[in-house]
């Protein structure tokens, strides 16, 4: 085989982002240089943050990718090797041995988790919970976005952590169902009714973290709910990345009042937290404390239809493609 | 004398407070219990945040008076000790040993300061660039109501601490020249057009840091010019006190896109950072370096109209009474 496929964005989308904004190529397989690697991709990582990537950038670019080394100029990585990196949206990338990771998945784990609960994903709701919220045990929790992957994640990882009541919103009775089977101690499907009025039925004496990965009515409802010295962990804003931004939340002045926190972050620069981090939940999942919640689509053609599908939430867990 | 006076707030304004919604009163003067003194106020604080008071329990009740020590039943406290207290608008006050803290003003400084820069308010702007925002050497400030006692004092500190280009916004061209004269490197008048656009122009590199008086369009013009990373010590909202919650901030989801950080805080939570603040600053106000910024009211009867003032921004640096 002498070709590979890629994704390209071709236009920006205004709202909605659709089919039509990428097109998939066929390119000649690169010449490796010295010291790089052609991998074979296994899986793919499709992410609500891209939205925001094809305003500005590319979506799928730079995306996180786990393949298999089929062709090698590096020494410490023969043909074989399976390696994470972020080579974006295409079934095979030429990657310098800088530019990439060995994983080699412990046992019991699958390789997929290792893009999302393991991965970045996961990372985000670790780094979420631990560095930016700094949640204490006994502390309640309020994700939302939460039968999503950071969200999946964090409301187990905030269970490992001692946390108190942990209370997620979703889109659909179905993912409700979800997360009261993955450990949620409540749950309400968003749609049903105004989100501050099902925050404080499900939270009647407060919280004291937010995750947000929402925006917009969520955050409010969480500032409404946030007890004295509260913190919001913010990631994502799904509310807004294809639309005008939301009304800021009428009652933003209590961050004042309520001598609150909200700190966004990246999970990017808190790469260092992933080594401790992986220390810290490749026992739960190999004993199955904590689940690998992950959609799987398969085939590379279908990567776009599975980041349409992310932006929807079709997914619960993790939106990940397997490539072939 | 066996009778003394005192302000009480008689009703809950709608809005912008007025004369009306207090009444002077004359009591007769408290019998000391064992270990009180009774203190003849000389100077009385009156702050924004005490607008807020107005909702849900009483402007002045617990504000922050000087004065000295007429009659003791504490051994401690012999009559012409001066003393700050909390026992809010009046011209005498019966209180506790352990209600009150002995006042020994440096040499040089006048008493006044104590309620000042020395005071809670002063304290306000340390504590919000120190504990909170922890504004590093060369990083920019940007300070709102920075004619007003928190901000004359936070642009002072901020010089101290080595801050970069210090920005106030204020309510007036006086006002601004008064912020030039204390040592902000630019400053504007917030009526003269959107925060936003003269923000840009006068930070067109950006800030790191936004002590927050204000709230509303305010924060979203910092929100629009903090770097990453920035971080905004949020202590008053004047702009809602007495209306509305603001649209504003429309741009939000920047704290997230630019892991920003916005965090409220209550100076009463960080009494003890009051010694060490003293012992920094009271050098710098012998030595001239900070300046004791303050607009003296005279009168006990002048209690409500200094208080309307303050929430007019009648005021340069911080609004005090002197009773007699």
Redesign the interface.
């Known amino acids: 085989m002498s070709t590979f496929l890629a994704v390209r964005q071709v236009r920006r989308p205004q709202g909605t982002p659709s089919a039509e904004d990428f097109t998939f190529v066929t390119e000649p397989l690169p010449v490796l240089a010295d010291g790089q690697v052609l991998v074979e991709n296994v899986y793919l990582s499709v992410d609500p943050y891209m939205r ?1 990537l094809m305003n500005t950038g590319e979506a799928g670019r730079e995306g996180r990718a786990i393949g298999r080394v089929v062709e090698s100029r590096s020494a410490g990585l023969p043909v074989g090797t399976t390696v994470f990196h972020r080579g974006g949206w295409t079934t095979h990338a030429a990657v310098g041995a800088a530019d990439l990771r060995r994983v080699d998945p412990a046992g019991g784990v699958p390789l997929s988790a290792y893009l999302g609960v393991l991965g970045g994903t996961g990372l985000t709701a670790f780094v979420g919970l631990t560095r930016i919220a700094r949640l204490r045990p006994g502390e309640d929790l309020f994700v939302s976005a939460a039968a999503g992957g950071v969200g999946s994640a964090a409301g187990q990882i905030a269970r490992l952590m001692g946390a108190g009541r942990i209370i997620g919103s979703a889109g659909s009775a179905a993912k409700v169902a979800h997360l009261k089977e993955i450990g949620f101690d409540a749950a309400f499907n968003h749609r049903d009714g105004p989100v501050g009025e099902q925050l404080a039925q499900a939270a009647p004496r407060g919280i004291d973290v937010y995750l ?1 990965n929402v ?1 917009g009515d969520h ?1 409010e409802a969480a500032i409404g709910a946030l007890r004295e010295h509260g913190r919001v962990a ?4 799904i509310a ?1 990345y294809s639309s005008a ?1 939301p ?20 999970v990017r ?1 808190h790469l260092d937290a992933r080594e401790p981090f992986e220390r810290f939940l490749v026992p739960h999942l190999q004993n199955g404390s904590v689940r690998v919640d992950e959609t799987v689509v398969d085939g590379f053609g279908n990567v776009v239809e599975a980041f349409l599908g992310v932006l929807r939430g079709d997914n619960t867990g993790k939106m990940l493609v397997r490539v072939s």
Not at 254 to 259: A, C
Request: aromatic residues 10%; hydrophobic residues 40%; charged residues 25%.
């Open positions: 925001q947000d925006g955050l913010w990631c994502g804003a807004q931004p009304a800021a939340p009428r009652n933003l002045a209590d961050v004042m009042f309520k001598s609150l926190r909200v700190e966004g972050y990246l620069e």
